[in-house]
């Protein structure tokens, strides 16, 4: 508070507050203030104003997007069986109600997401290509967002609450959607589209992150067989292509498999994601871990803690709030990375694409194949993105 | 354990610090160099003595956190060696005051001086807060319980920082150049926090450049000078009638 009063009177003389620029004055000072940025400024209209025209055409007049609503169920879940895909929706029932619960309780950046959620739901309630047990699924999901937003605040003990509940979904959701034998078993050679991709990238950045803070403390170890061992496994990994490591995985893999035991390939997806990523996460800790300065192990030690409380309660949880960025950069880009599975032949977001492009009924509907995946790929990314620099700011990360 | 050797009880009687002959390399420099030093209990030790002079390494050797290279150094009866458990057994009965404070920042007030009471000395958690908000009473900012360190002013940080170290309920506090990173203003409200500490009968031993706090609250100053120990007396000899030549120079140099 003091702050701001200070800042505001300084400035008070240049700038007074409510002042603004008029459009001319804006327009001079901002784009036209030199022969060169007004050129600058005349070909960049130029540009936007061809690009504009020319996919704003495209858009109302060419674009057919049959292909996409006729394959609407393939883009989404791949070949889940169709019997089977009330446990899709059961999850994503089960998913909403958690934003739903964590927005009534955060409010702030949880809440902007989940408005997003059920703007995105809603727009595929309304639209006429969606099947009426699509809809009414989708209207459930909708109630359960709102439905946990006003609960959320009314629960006893809110956050721990929601918070177990989040920590749940994840194994709860694997049963749900695979079902291991309780439930008839849904093999994950047939999981696909966005259902893959976001499992996938779930289960590589879910799991990387304890393996990369293992694999960082163990770097640190001053015990040489655990810290080679720690490094030789980053530096090898992180010298290879991802693309590489798919490949290995899945022709590799079943190779030191014991006889008899076969592991299929999403699986084995899985597990070369994880540990690709796992490698990627142990620097980024291994980063925050240095980032701590001496006198804070110093003072822990100084207070008889052992080396376990200390890591656990003074070192851990501040380096990883000064890696919570680089943390969700490298989710963000093994987000991405996971189409790279499409070219071992699994069919995730973009092997559908792939597979629906080929497809003769829909000839030259190329674009907006590749259009509707690409959108659906930056609205999950910008939303950790967005997500990951509000969390930031909460959590004052930089100041110290 | 009363049997176990008359010599070390007696000795532990008068003493609660014994240093002898302790030695220390970093490398291949030899910063501490047959320092022998007896502190009784209740005693106020004031460390003095020129930049670089080994002086904050030898007050972190009495906690372990600077190890040695030779010599013997005996807490409470308990001997300083190699052996863990006795380093932390020491780190219980020492509290230690750092230049920079080294709060948690991540931590509030109160679970910066409630967490090593409760997982080293095992206190249930409302016996450690209560006893927090008695210290930090005595310290002078009881209100401040909630907030973070970066919210605190840096003798309020300070203030927390020897709080902190009091709910350990040490027998001993070390003192580190516990005013130097303060703000001219602000090292009054600290330096008394120590003064009234020393009254209460806490066994202590300040590094420190406040002469004036040296002056009035010390029982004996030792003067440090390339790893050391240079002359020791009372603030009076040390002060009013130095003998070696090096106090002589360095005295001059400060006051
Ligand atoms: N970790 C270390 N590694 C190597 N040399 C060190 C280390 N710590 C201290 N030294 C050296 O040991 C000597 C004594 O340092 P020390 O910090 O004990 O001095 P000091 O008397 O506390 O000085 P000051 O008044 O500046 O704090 C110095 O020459 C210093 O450079
Ligand atoms: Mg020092």
Redesign the pocket.
């Known amino acids: 508070m003091d702050l701001n009063t200070e800042v505001k009177t300084e400035l008070a003389p240049t700038s007074p507050p409510g002042v603004k620029l008029g459009l001319g004055t804006w327009l001079r000072k901002k784009l036209f203030n030199n022969w060169y940025n007004s050129i600058l400024t005349l070909v960049s209209i130029l540009v936007i104003y061809f690009m504009t025209k020319g996919i704003v055409t495209w858009l109302l007049t060419e674009a057919d997007w049959a292909v996409v609503t006729d394959n609407f169920k393939l883009f989404m879940v791949g070949q889940y069986p169709l019997e089977y895909l009330w446990r899709v929706w059961l999850s994503l029932v089960f998913v909403s109600l958690l934003f739903g619960l964590s927005a009534g309780v955060w409010k702030g950046t949880i809440l902007h997401l989940s408005s997003v959620l059920v703007i995105v739901m809603v727009i595929h309630t309304l639209v006429p290509f969606t099947s009426t047990n699509t809809k009414l699924w989708l209207v459930g999901c909708i109630v359960c967002v709102i439905g946990g937003y006003l609960a959320g605040p009314k629960l006893p003990k809110q956050k721990p609450f929601v918070l177990l509940g989040w920590f749940i979904s994840f194994p709860v959701i694997l049963f749900i959607i695979n079902g291991y034998g309780i439930l008839p078993k849904v093999s994950t050679n047939v999981w696909g589209g966005l259902l893959l991709t976001l499992i996938l990238s779930i289960v590589a950045i879910v799991g990387s992150i304890p393996i990369g803070i293992l694999l960082a403390l163990g770097r640190t170890s001053k015990l040489p067989i655990i810290k080679y061992f720690c490094v030789i496994y980053i530096e090898t990994i992180r010298g290879v292509p991802l693309i590489t490591i798919f490949f290995m995985s899945i022709f590799m893999f079943p190779l030191f498999l014991p006889q008899g035991l076969t592991i299929n390939n999403v699986v084995s997806a899985m597990i070369g994601a994880t540990l690709f990523t796992a490698a990627y996460m142990a620097e980024n800790v291994r980063g925050g871990l240095q980032s701590i300065p001496n006198g804070q192990r110093e003072a822990g030690r100084a207070l008889g803690l052992n080396p376990v409380q200390l890591m656990y309660f003074i070192i851990m949880p501040q380096a990883l709030r000064a890696v919570i960025p680089a943390i969700v950069g490298q989710s963000i880009s093994m987000f991405k990375d996971t189409s790279l599975v499409t070219i071992v032949g699994l069919m995730d977001l973009l092997g559908i694409a792939q597979s629906v492009k080929s497809n003769p009924d829909y000839l030259g509907s190329i674009m907006e194949v590749y259009l509707y995946v690409a959108v659906i790929y930056w609205m999950i990314a910008y939303s950790m993105s967005y997500g990951s620099q509000r969390l930031e700011k909460n959590l004052g990360v930089g100041k110290r | 354990m009363e049997q176990l050797s008359v010599q070390t009880s007696e000795k532990q009687k008068e003493y609660l610090i014994s240093c002898a002959n302790v030695n220390k390399w ?2 291949k ?1 030899h ?1 501490l160099k047959d320092v022998t030093l007896d502190v009784k209990k209740g005693e106020v030790l004031v460390i003095l ?12 050797t009495i906690n372990g956190l ?1 190890e040695i290279q030779q010599g013997e150094i005996t807490i409470d009866g308990i001997n300083l060696s190699h052996d863990v458990k006795d380093i932390e057994k020491i780190r219980k009965e020492t509290g230690m005051v750092f ?1 920079q404070f080294n709060l948690f920042p991540h931590m509030t007030v109160m679970k910066n001086i409630t967490l090593a009471p409760i997982w080293v000395r095992k206190k249930p958690k409302a016996e450690a807060e209560k006893l927090a908000l008695e210290l930090l009473k005595r310290v002078g900012i009881p209100e401040q319980a909630d907030k973070y360190p970066g919210q605190l002013s840096g003798g309020q940080q300070q203030r927390v920082a020897i709080a902190r170290a009091l709910a350990m309920q040490p027998e001993i506090m070390l003192f ?2 516990p005013t ?1 990173a303060l703000d001219p203003e602000m090292i009054k409200e600290v330096l008394d926090v120590m003064k009234e500490l020393a009254k209460s009968g806490m066994t202590m031993l300040c ?1 420190t ?1 406040e002469m004036g706090f040296a002056r009035e609250v010390a029982d004996r100053i030792v003067l ?1 000078d390339q ?1 050391e120990i240079v002359e020791t007396g009372t603030p009076e000899e040390l002060f009013d009638n130095p003998k070696n030549e090096r106090t002589k120079l360095f005295l001059s140099q400060i006051l």
């Not at chain 2, 003595?49 to 972190?60: D, E, Q, V, Y």
């Open positions: 970093f490398g420099l910063v003595g020129p930049s670089g002079s080994g002086k904050s390494t030898f007050i972190r600077e230049q580190d150049e130097s590094v450049h440090f790893g």
